[in-house]
């Protein structure tokens, strides 16, 4: 099964959404080729690339793990999964540990609503002490 790690949940990982339909026979070199086209970024960064069908009614989600590229798979026998709203280019999606989430759950993310939580502020960039003192 399918966890979602700490990294995920605070944040550190981003889930990033293709916003294209993707041809389900692409394997491991094909998604690893859409990825550095589509999001300019390499697959052993860390975070999650997700990739939807044309029917919507499967989902790949692949990812570095730690020495390895691994691809999560999922079919639904009845239903679709949900496109999230993309970014102002168009090109993909961000989504957070909860979207994903929900988006797995079948649960529509334009009907759900956030209820207020505390978040820590981002860390500031911290200055290295003036070695001339």
Request: net charge positive; aromatic share 8%; charged share 25%.
């Amino acid at each position: 099964m399918f966890g979602v790690s700490p990294s995920l949940t605070a944040g550190v990982v981003r889930v990033y959404l293709h916003a294209h339909p993707t041809d389900m026979r692409r394997s491991y070199d094909g998604l690893c080729a859409l990825i550095e086209s589509a999001f300019q970024r390499d697959v052993r960064c860390g975070d999650l690339f997700l990739f939807l069908n044309r029917r919507l009614d499967r989902v790949k989600l692949m990812y570095w793990d730690r020495d390895g590229i691994a691809i999560w798979m999922k079919r639904l026998e009845c239903g679709t999964f949900q496109r999230p709203t993309l970014t102002p280019d168009g090109t993909h999606a961000v989504l957070d540990a909860t979207d994903l989430s929900l988006l797995l759950s079948g649960i529509d993310l334009r009907s759900a609503k956030r209820r207020k939580r505390y978040a820590l502020p981002s860390p500031r960039a911290t200055t290295a002490p003036d070695a001339h003192r």
